[in-house]
């Protein structure tokens, strides 16, 4: 809703004179406030002025020589429209008036005769577009006759204030100065003037007849015909408010039907009634039905569509657009005013299939009042009869079918205590909802009568919400409950875990968006069969990269490292945690929650020396520590070609043998297309399993007895994991191992091709004993010949 | 007569004598090692000495000989270790002057990252309200138009529910709309669905809208919801929380305002704004939990009342840390994660 102040003033006389506290009280209200400004004349000096005589100038037949009264003097002006003659009351710029920001107006000479200022237009005053002449009074602002000589800002109501608010959905009747007005009235405890709508009874009888088929759609459907109009531009004070509403100026027919609108907030139609005819229909639309609305589109009705007929065809779309048909146009003297009430989900319903939302049909859809109806259409009948010469019948035609009346709620007072906390007595209760023209009788409970403007009070719970809107929430004490706790549930526990790990290993968090396209599993250069290709596709995507739900998050963090590479900032390590989306049996889609992790670029030297890239020990290592913080124990590494990574340095990552992701090197051509160099690192894989509860950890005491160290070497084929050798040392081993590491891998020189060896540093102890040298050669034993029955391993150097 | 004057103790007696100028001369550890060895090891004349204590046959003699020796000895070896412990720490200073290095050299540090500033907030603000003994729950973020709309008192023909709104996905039979949660308000029925009152409970998560990137929207951003029903909760409770929350996020001379306002799931409702930074700014949504919520989760509204409300994270963040353009929330560049401490 947008408007000015002076518009309120004309039916509430609130004691507020600051801008910014009439702003404070619609928030206060519930209607929040977009914008408001104070609007000041773009003009100084500019007096009302009375043209006396109007003369040819001697020497220019463009302009004529002007004697204007402008109170304590008359001037000659020199002025070049011809729109007036004498007798005109006119804005005149007199010497030393500014326009604009530094348009200086002073005597000056033309031709030969001195002009004493200036005669002006709209468009000079900054009032309107108005360019091709001044404005002329006289008819638009009669009151400026009486006063000749004085400031023309006053005539226009300069200075005002501008205000845009928000009216909630729920609030149709605030759709209006005058509904705004009535809250305003019941914020301030101020009378509400009356809405001055009264139609001279003098014209000519009603002549046109409405019949209501479609009684569920239009419950009533009332109307004013009005005769002798001429079609023309509105007065300047109604284009003028009309401009400050938002609302573009088109002739005064539909000026005055919007005018009346944003005042009083019940949209109407004005139908041309030689083209009409003196029949009018509702009724649902015929299937496939067609009707080319006002804006010349043809458009195809169904049967579920209510529209407004000339008794055969369909003239309007109710509550969403008139016809071309019936249009009123130049030219047009009788007309007939619909104001309807219709059904608000029908409304919708059309509006959205047709993608028709006019502003009539957003507050049809929303709950107009059906008890304004006629008073509605007899707005726009005084208001044409005012500014364009209009006749109106002197009875409105009133068929109401569905007759809404005003429906009652039972209060009972404990409903305020229970919502909000505290106790207002039946009197204060009563009071409140009366200021908001609610009708109360009775005690406790209160029998509440709710006015048809009013849809959405229809529970006591709704009163609650009015009775706390006017009461002021500040009214209400503030008290704080305490739940019973329950805390972070575990899952939550292992995330921040987790993220924390992540963190503490140096890697950015970003949060990066779920969606993806199928250029990016392009760029991954995933299989066509890869459970990654199987995205669940947007059906009302923001562009066409971006039109399939993520089934990986590796894209969005390699972009997110390709972008802060390509700021000159040093090594990418970044990670996300999130869902992806994939297809699944349930209703829903399947949304795992993920890690993902990258690392691109390079180090920054530091000056003991140039740092090494990254590789995939990098993703192993965070791995390792992953299952460490988190007491995994049964996680392993299975090296496997799997994409988008490189061949032969990637590996799935189990867990219980349960593949739970991947990692590895990116394949150097995924790298390239995400526009990355060098070896770049990723690894991502599903939470689940991380995130479960294994149960507290137990205390092992640590022994009190020495260990045995030693280490052991094997050539074995090169092709060996290492975690291969582990496993079976561990087992050979036995209980008696305490820790294993492998300290180093050598190839070449000494060692066959397709051979490597491999050295372990192991830790024997028992808990319950020194172990002995004839311990430790049996565990010795027990390994070499394990190594080798299993993997073929040759033991280095003697037992 | 006395064993005092034996020709050995006058031997040693000339030899403690000469001791100090020797030792003094000593200029190395390994210099007074020697000395030591000479004047008191086993082949110095004190040794000797001491070996020929036993040939004195008069045993007071021999203690009092023997007794000379080792006060002899123990002088010497007094001035030896005095001397040893000076050269030993100057050989010492002499080393460390040598292991000299510029402290103020970069450190080899850890590394370290940052969480990102959205989930630092989401947990903050968990954590204020676990204080306030709630729990956490998530929910999916591919959502069912009935959680994120029908179950909330959203009417069908609700325009929120407009693809010009919602994002909408290509998923199941189409017996039920799959979207993408517009709000984490789906969780207030899933989770009263799943639990009986008292209900206390955050929500925080990712949410979604058909909105094109700019300094104030994105498609994709975070919400933390807030739940709290109980017998007797009443919209006193609502304001107290809220306003300690908000003490608690912003400081504790934050003033709060409540102004009415309108959702389809709460009545009445609210906007919380919160005078942080020299002015006004709404904060949050929040007002008591509609009866129809309550009635399509099976909760009695005649017996239990309760109030709800919804934050974005991304406008907290903002307005803590001074960020006026959204694009900088979804900025990889380093010099932005790094400023997440």
């Known amino acids: 809703m947008k408007f000015t102040r002076s518009w309120i003033d004309e039916f509430v006389d609130i004691p507020v004179t600051e ?6 009280a619609f928030e206060s209200l519930g209607h929040e406030v977009e914008e408001w400004k104070i609007l000041e004349p773009a003009f100084t000096g500019v007096v009302v002025g009375k043209v006396l005589d109007v003369s040819a100038h001697p020497d220019a037949d463009k302009v004529r020589i002007t004697k204007v009264d402008v109170g304590d003097e008359v001037l000659d002006i020199i002025c070049g429209a011809w729109n007036f003659e004498a007798g005109a009351i006119v804005p005149v710029a007199v010497p030393g008036a500014v326009l604009g920001e530094d348009f200086t107006i002073t005597r000056r000479d033309i031709r030969g005769v001195t002009s004493n200022g200036m005669i002006c237009s709209e468009i000079e005053l900054g009032l309107g577009d108005e360019a091709d002449g001044i404005m002329v009074l006289n008819t638009d602002y009669p009151s400026a006759a009486d006063a000749i000589g004085s400031d023309f800002a006053k005539i226009v109501g300069l200075p005002d204030v501008y205000y845009e608010v928000t009216v909630t959905p729920n609030r149709p009747d605030c759709l209006s100065v005058y509904g705004l007005c009535r809250d305003l009235a019941a914020l301030y405890q101020v009378p509400l003037r009356p809405n ?22 239009c419950p009533r459907f009332s109307g004013r015909r009005v005769r002798g109009i001429t079609v023309g531009p509105s007065p300047h004070w109604l284009r003028w408010r009309l401009a400050q509403g938002g609302v573009r100026p088109i002739s005064n027919v539909v000026d005055a039907s919007n005018y009346a609108m944003i005042e009083f907030g019940h949209p109407t ?40 007929t000339n008794g055969v065809d369909p003239v309007a779309i109710g509550g969403v657009m008139g016809g071309a048909s019936t249009e009123v146009r130049a030219g047009t003297t009788d007309v007939f005013i619909e104001a309807a009430y219709w059904d608000p989900p029908t409304i919708l319903v059309t509006s959205k299939r047709l993608a028709l939302r006019s502003e009539a049909s957003s507050r049809f859809e929303r709950g107009a009042d059906p008890s304004f109806s006629t008073l509605g259409a007899d707005r726009v009948a005084q208001l044409l009869a005012e500014i364009a010469g209009g006749v109106p019948a002197p009875s409105a035609v009133d068929v109401n079918p569905g007759n809404i009346e005003p429906w009652t709620i039972s209060y009972p007072l404990s409903e305020t205590e229970r919502i909000l906390g505290i106790q207002l007595d039946s009197t204060t209760t009563s009071n409140l909802l009366e200021r908001l023209t609610f009708g109360v009788t009775g005690e406790d409970p209160l029998t509440v009568t709710v006015p048809t403007r009013r849809p959405d009070v229809e529970r006591p719970v709704d009163l609650v919400e009015e009775i706390a809107r006017l009461h002021g929430f500040d009214g209400i004490p503030d008290s704080v409950p305490s739940g019973p706790g329950g805390g972070l549930p575990f899952e939550e526990r292992r995330l921040r875990a987790i993220r924390e790990a992540v963190v503490g290993a140096g890697f950015y968090e970003t949060l990066n968006f779920s969606f993806i396209g199928e250029a990016d599993l392009d760029a991954l250069d995933l299989p066509h069969n890869h459970a990654a290709r199987s995205g669940i596709n947007i ?29 000159r900032t040093p090594e990418a390590m970044l990670f996300e945690m999130g869902k992806v989306f994939l297809p699944g049996d349930g209703k829903l889609p399947e949304q795992p929650d993920r890690l993902a992790f990258v690392l691109a670029g390079k180090p920054e030297p530091t000056w003991e020396g140039a740092a090494e890239g990254f590789d995939v020990y990098d993703a192993s290592g965070i791995w390792e520590m992953l299952c460490d913080v988190l007491s995994i124990h049964d996680a392993s590494v299975r090296q496997e070609p799997i994409p988008p990574f490189h061949p032969w340095r990637s590996a799935e990552l189990l867990i219980g043998g349960v593949v739970v992701g991947a990692f590895g090197e990116l394949h150097p051509s995924v790298a390239a297309a995400f526009g990355l160099q060098g070896r770049v690192v990723g690894c991502e894989l599903d939470l689940a399993e991380l995130v479960i509860d294994r149960g507290p950890w137990s205390y092992i005491p640590p022994s009190v ?74 565990v010795r034993r027990s390994i070499a010949s394990s190594i080798s029955e299993r993997l073929g391993g040759e033991l280095r150097g003697d037992l | 007569m006395t064993t005092d004057n034996s020709d050995s103790v006058k031997e040693l007696r000339i030899l403690l004598a000469a001791a100090p100028e020797r030792v003094a001369r000593a200029s190395s550890v390994a210099e007074i090692d020697a000395i030591e060895a ?39 070896k007094d001035l030896v270790d005095e001397r040893r412990g000076a050269v030993a720490s100057d050989e010492q200073n002499a080393r460390l002057v040598g292991d000299a290095v510029d402290v103020t050299l970069p450190g080899r540090r850890p590394r370290r990252g940052t969480h990102h500033v959205i989930r630092k907030t989401m947990d903050e603000i968990i954590d204020i309200f676990v204080g306030l003994g709630y729990t956490v729950a998530t929910g999916p973020e591919a ?29 199941g039979d189409k017996d039920e709309e799959i979207l993408l949660r517009t709000h984490t308000s789906p969780m207030q029925a899933r989770y009263m669905e799943e639990h009986d009152p008292p209900t206390y409970v955050v929500v925080p998560g990712k949410v ?34 809220l306003a300690s929350f908000a003490k608690q996020y912003f400081g504790s001379s934050t003033k709060v305002k409540f102004i009415p306002h309108y959702f389809p799931f709460t009545e009445p409702s609210a906007e919380m704004h919160a005078y942080t930074n020299g002015q006004w700014i709404e904060l949050l949504g929040c007002g008591m939990v509609d009866p129809e919520v309550f009635k399509h989760v099976g909760y009695d509204p005649e017996k239990f009342t309760g109030f709800a409300f919804g934050m974005g994270m991304e406008r907290m963040a903002m307005v803590r840390h001074g960020i006026t353009d959204l694009r900088a929330l979804l900025d990889p560049d380093r010099r932005v994660l790094e400023q997440y401490r």
């Open chain 1, 19 to 24: 801008a910014a506290d009439l702003a404070e």
């Open chain 1, 196 to 217: 001055g709508i009264e139609v001279d009874p003098s014209g000519e009888p009603n002549d046109v007849t409405v019949v209501v088929d479609a009684v569920d759609q």
């Open chain 1, 269 to 308: 139609h004005a139908f041309d009634v030689e083209r009409l005819g003196n029949s009018i229909g509702v009724r649902l639309a015929h299937d496939g039905e067609t009707i080319t609305t006002l804006d010349d589109q043809e458009r195809a009705l169904l049967a579920t569509d209510v529209v407004v």
């Open chain 1, 539 to 567: 059906v009302n995507p923001l562009n066409d990269q971006e039109g399939v739900m993520r089934t990986t998050l590796l894209p969005g963090l390699l972009k997110s490292a390709a972008t802060s590479l390509s700021r």
């Open chain 1, 705 to 778: 007895f020495p260990p045995v160290i030693f280490d052991m070497a094997f050539i074995v084929d090169a092709a060996t994991p290492a975690t291969d050798l582990a496993v079976v040392i561990r087992e050979a081993a036995g209980e008696l191992l305490e820790h294993l590491n492998v300290f180093d891998v050598f190839t070449g020189e000494s060692i066959r091709e397709g051979e490597k060896s491999l050295a372990m540093n192991i830790r024997l102890r028992a808990g319950d004993r020194t172990l002995t040298d004839d311990d430790a050669a049996e």
């Open chain 2, 38 to 76: 000479d004047l008191v090891g086993r082949a110095s004349p004190i040794a000797n000495a001491r070996k020929g204590l036993g040939a004195i046959t008069d045993a007071d003699d021999r203690r009092a000989t023997g007794k000379a020796i080792n006060d002899i000895a123990v002088e010497i």
């Open chain 2, 143 to 171: 959502e069912t138009e009935f959680y994120n709309f029908t179950a909330l008192n959203i009417p069908e023909t609700h325009p929120s529910r407009l693809e010009s709104d919602t994002i909408y996905l290509d998923y």
């Open chain 2, 208 to 241: 979604f809208r058909s909105d094109a990137v700019d300094a104030t929207h994105s498609p994709v951003f975070h919400q933390l919801e807030g739940l709290a029903v109980d017998e007797g909760i009443t919209f006193g409770d609502l304001k107290g929380t």
